[in-house]
Structures are given as structure tokens and as C-alpha cells.
């Protein structure tokens, strides 16, 4: 088999996973970053690195950047061409067309009742400000973003209008969820195919009002409750990922899904469990192709 990762050189779990797909097929390791891709047309061909990727059995997407930006909405449409050519893509890059735009993932999980924070989305900074006023304190999250990168903490007060203009410069789309207390941790629960595989916790360890690691965060074991799984289940149902981690947060009023993400990360999930995530997704893949 001819499998190739799409993702980024020297990011962890796309190394860990070219790796293991090298490993496994006993084929030619090839790690594809989407900024060296040229598509053809009308040929309908695409090409990176001397590959003819319409050749290979099947594509495994990891990361297609190194930040999240509605570019990587343009290189989803390059993949989504290649799949609907006959291409096997994992997950599909319509599936993940639909989650990776917080705006987008909110809207499905809201319309299947998925009990999230308190969220207003507003073009409007008089409308931020009334949100603002009864949230008390709220986080603005920009619509593409990861482990917390641009989002911030305001709360209501007279210096409030001003911070919102200027983040507004930025974020013409205002994303706003109200603070939540989320104690000392987060739940990141992984499913592959749709089936439950392990949940790892995020824990802060310095005062930091996120569990990121980007923000010092530490990886843990957590065993959540069967109710907590069955709501992540829920939640990542219906966009058909291959594989995904679904961020839940544990609160005194129940537990609220932050996010489904698209590029759910393998070292959470070995540092806590052992588990070695990116063989699980080649081996789930071969069997597909087989």
C-alpha cells in the first residue's frame, strides 16, 4: 500500500505518524506539506515532491498548517477534488470542512441540543457589549485558532467597548462564550471510526485560566463517567471524522463540549494511556483500504 500523511515537518504527531505508516506498509515514508502542492486542471492531477498524489492508496490527513486560518479552507478544497476524483482521504475533507470553523462545529453541535457555554456570535460591538454585560466575563475566541492562540479574557467594566473595537480590527466575526468554571482540568475524549478510545485530561499548573499546553498545561489519565462518553459520542457523531478528540469540560452545572476538533493530538493520549494512537489510525486505515 502507498499511503501518504499530509501534515507538518517536524510537528510531532505528523512525524509520529509518517513514521508508523512507513512502518507498517513497508512503503516510502512521505510526509506532504499542502504549501508545496500543485493541483492541475482540467488533468484533475496533483503533484508534491516528485509524487503523483492520484497514485496513492489513500491520503491520511494530520495537519494541513501550522495555524489554523481560513487558508486551510482553500487547501480542503484542493484535497476535497482528489477525494471526489476517487481518492481515499482520511478523515474526508468535507467532513473536516464542517468542524474546523469554530462558527460552523458550534452551529452543528447547538442545532443536536449539545449543551455548550452560553454563546453569542455578533458582527455588532454594541451586540458584544450587551453579551458582555450579561455574561459579566466572557472569553472572545477567534474562528480559527488552537490551543487558545488569540483568545481572551474580558470582563465588564468601562475600558470594555474599547478592547472589543480593537480586537474587532482582527476578528470581524465576534465569537463570545461566557466563562465557565472549569476547576483545575479538561477532557480531551477520543474516538477513532466513530468508536470510543481512551480520555486524557488537561490540567492547568500555573495559574492560567486555560488548560492548554501551549499555556503550560499537563497531560493526566482521567476515566470519565459512561455519560460523559456517550456525550462526546453524540457530539462527534454526525461529522464523520476518522478520527477526532472532543473537548468536554466538567462543571457544577453538567458537562459542556467545547469543540469537536479536526486534528485531534496523538501525545495526550500516549503520555496518559500508553496508547499508540497514530498505530490504532494505520491500522484502522489499512483495514478500510483492504
Same mark, same amino acid.
Given at each position: 500500500?502507498?499511503?501518504?500523511?499530509?501534515? *507538518?515537518?517536524?510537528?510531532?504527531?505528523? +512525524?509520529?505518524?509518517?513514521d508508523? /505508516?512507513?512502518?507498517?506498509?513497508?512503503?516510502?515514508?512521505?510526509?506532504?506539506?499542502? +504549501? %508545496?502542492?500543485?493541483?492541475?486542471?482540467?488533468?484533475?492531477?496533483?503533484f508534491?515532491?516528485?509524487?503523483?498524489?492520484?497514485?496513492?492508496?489513500?491520503?491520511?490527513?494530520?495537519?494541513?498548517?501550522?495555524?489554523?486560518?481560513?487558508? @486551510?479552507?482553500?487547501?480542503?478544497?484542493?484535497?476535497?477534488?482528489?477525494?471526489?476524483?476517487?481518492l481515499?482521504i482520511?478523515?474526508?475533507?468535507?467532513?473536516?470542512?464542517?468542524?474546523?470553523?469554530?462558527?460552523? !462545529?458550534?452551529?452543528?453541535?447547538q442545532?443536536?441540543?449539545? #449543551?455548550? #457555554? #452560553?454563546?453569542?456570535?455578533?458582527?455588532?460591538?454594541?451586540?458584544?457589549?450587551?453579551?458582555? &454585560?450579561?455574561?459579566?466575563?466572557a472569553?472572545?475566541k477567534?474562528?480559527?485558532?488552537?490551543?487558545?492562540?488569540?483568545m481572551?479574557?474580558?470582563?465588564?467594566?468601562?475600558?470594555?467597548?474599547?478592547?472589543?473595537? +480593537?480586537?474587532?480590527?482582527?476578528?470581524?466575526?465576534?465569537?463570545?462564550? $461566557?466563562?465557565?468554571?472549569?476547576g483545575?482540568l479538561?477532557?480531551? *475524549?477520543?474516538?477513532?471510526?466513530? &468508536?470510543?478510545?481512551?480520555?486524557?485530561?488537561? !490540567? $492547568?499548573?500555573?495559574?492560567?485560566?486555560?488548560?492548554?499546553?501551549?499555556?503550560?498545561?499537563?497531560?493526566?489519565?482521567? +476515566?470519565?463517567?459512561p455519560?460523559?462518553?456517550?456525550? =462526546?459520542?453524540? =457530539?462527534?457523531?454526525?461529522?464523520?471524522?476518522?478520527?477526532t !478528540?472532543?473537548? /468536554?469540560?466538567?462543571?457544577? %452545572?453538567? #458537562?459542556? /463540549?467545547?469543540?469537536?476538533?479536526?486534528?485531534?493530538?496523538?501525545?495526550g493520549?500516549?503520555?496518559?494511556?500508553?496508547? %499508540? =494512537?497514530?498505530?490504532?489510525?494505520?491500522?484502522?486505515?489499512? &483495514? $478500510? @483500504? $483492504?
Amino acid at each position: 500500500m502507498k499511503i501518504g500523511v499530509i501534515g *507538518i515537518e517536524g510537528g510531532w504527531s505528523s +512525524e509520529k505518524l509518517a513514521d508508523t /505508516v512507513a512502518e507498517k506498509t513497508g512503503g516510502e515514508r512521505v510526509l506532504i506539506d499542502m +504549501e %508545496d502542492v500543485r493541483l492541475d486542471l482540467p488533468s484533475g492531477r496533483a503533484f508534491y515532491d516528485g509524487h503523483t498524489l492520484n497514485d496513492f492508496d489513500a491520503l491520511i490527513i494530520k495537519k494541513i498548517g501550522a495555524r489554523y486560518s481560513p487558508d @486551510l479552507l482553500d487547501r480542503l478544497e484542493v484535497l476535497r477534488y482528489l477525494h471526489e476524483r476517487g481518492l481515499r482521504i482520511f478523515s474526508a475533507p468535507y467532513a473536516i470542512l464542517r468542524a474546523l470553523d469554530r462558527l460552523s !462545529c458550534t452551529i452543528s453541535l447547538q442545532l443536536k441540543d449539545i #449543551p455548550m #457555554p #452560553p454563546t453569542t456570535v455578533t458582527e455588532s460591538v454594541d451586540q458584544a457589549l450587551t453579551a458582555l &454585560e450579561q455574561y459579566g466575563e466572557a472569553v472572545f475566541k477567534p474562528l480559527y485558532t488552537s490551543k487558545a492562540r488569540g483568545m481572551f479574557v474580558l470582563r465588564n467594566g468601562p475600558d470594555a467597548r474599547a478592547a472589543i473595537e +480593537e480586537y474587532k480590527a482582527e476578528n470581524p466575526i465576534l465569537y463570545i462564550q $461566557k466563562t465557565i468554571e472549569l476547576g483545575d482540568l479538561d477532557l480531551g *475524549i477520543a474516538f477513532l471510526g466513530g &468508536e470510543y478510545l481512551t480520555t486524557y485530561a488537561r !490540567c $492547568k499548573t500555573n495559574g492560567a485560566w486555560n488548560t492548554t499546553t501551549a499555556s503550560g498545561g499537563k497531560y493526566r489519565p482521567y +476515566e470519565p463517567a459512561p455519560e460523559i462518553i456517550e456525550l =462526546a459520542r453524540k =457530539a462527534q457523531a454526525d461529522f464523520n471524522l476518522d478520527f477526532t !478528540c472532543v473537548d /468536554v469540560a466538567i462543571t457544577d %452545572d453538567g #458537562p459542556y /463540549v467545547f469543540e469537536v476538533s479536526v486534528f485531534g493530538g496523538f501525545r495526550g493520549i500516549q503520555e496518559t494511556s500508553g496508547i %499508540d =494512537a497514530a498505530a490504532r489510525y494505520v491500522d484502522y486505515v489499512m &483495514e $478500510k @483500504l $483492504k
